[in-house]
Every structure is written in C-alpha cells, then in structure tokens.
C-alpha cells in the first residue's frame, strides 16, 4: 500500500489542491487513483509484453524474478511531455492474457488460491 500511495504522489497532476470545497478535492483525488490506475494496468501489460518477447527469444522466465518486478514503474513516463492524440483513433490488436510462467513454486505449500497459481 505505500508503494501505491508514493506512486500516486508523483503521478498528482496539477499539485496541491487549491480549492477547499470537499467535493472538488474528492474528484481530484479519484482522478489522481484513476489516473494511477490507468498506469499501473499499462505497465503490467508492458512487462508482460516484455515477458512474453523474452520467451520468444528462448529466455527462461523465472516466477521469483517476474515477482520482484513492481508495476510502480515511473522512468518511461513523460508527466509533462507532448503527447500525440492521432493514434487515439486505431483500435489496438486483440490482448492475449495467457503468460507461460509457472508460478506454484513461489506459492509454496499452503491452501490453493483461486486464480493465483499462474499469471491470467
């Protein structure tokens, strides 16, 4: 929990609130956890594109390492870059969720977790 909430203090658009009307400061702060959100679900698909890249090549993907690696990724993000909107109309290839990773070896002996065992 407090990687997420470091993470969406740096994602904070606009900084500090400067209006102290509650319901102004409550939209704010869901668009500050959308906005998170948004991008830690993007970087979760990058890292498994980035997985699956690695399998293609024939790398060994390690449920141990895999599990080390956060989704709080900040370093590719550019808060105050340009941005181009014209892709914005190309509708994106069909996702496959299945990552070929075995991850029952870090999830030890204990009862089974329903949907935990292997990545979607």
């Not at 869901?30 to 970087?43: D, E, V």
């Amino acid at each position: 929990m407090e990687a997420f909430n470091n993470f969406s203090k740096w994602v904070v658009v606009g900084g500090m609130l400067a209006d102290n009307d509650p319901l102004e400061q409550e939209k704010a702060a869901k668009f500050n956890a959308l906005l998170a959100n948004a991008i830690i679900s993007h970087n979760a698909l990058d890292i498994a594109e980035i997985v699956r890249r690695l399998q293609d090549e024939g790398e060994k993907v390690d449920p141990e390492d895999l599990a080390q690696v956060s989704p709080y990724l900040t370093e590719h993000i550019r808060r105050f870059g340009g941005y181009s909107t014209h892709e914005l109309a190309d509708e994106p290839d069909a996702y496959d969720p299945h990552l070929d990773v075995d991850f029952t070896p870090i999830c030890g002996d204990g009862p089974p977790t329903d949907g935990f065992s292997q990545a979607a």
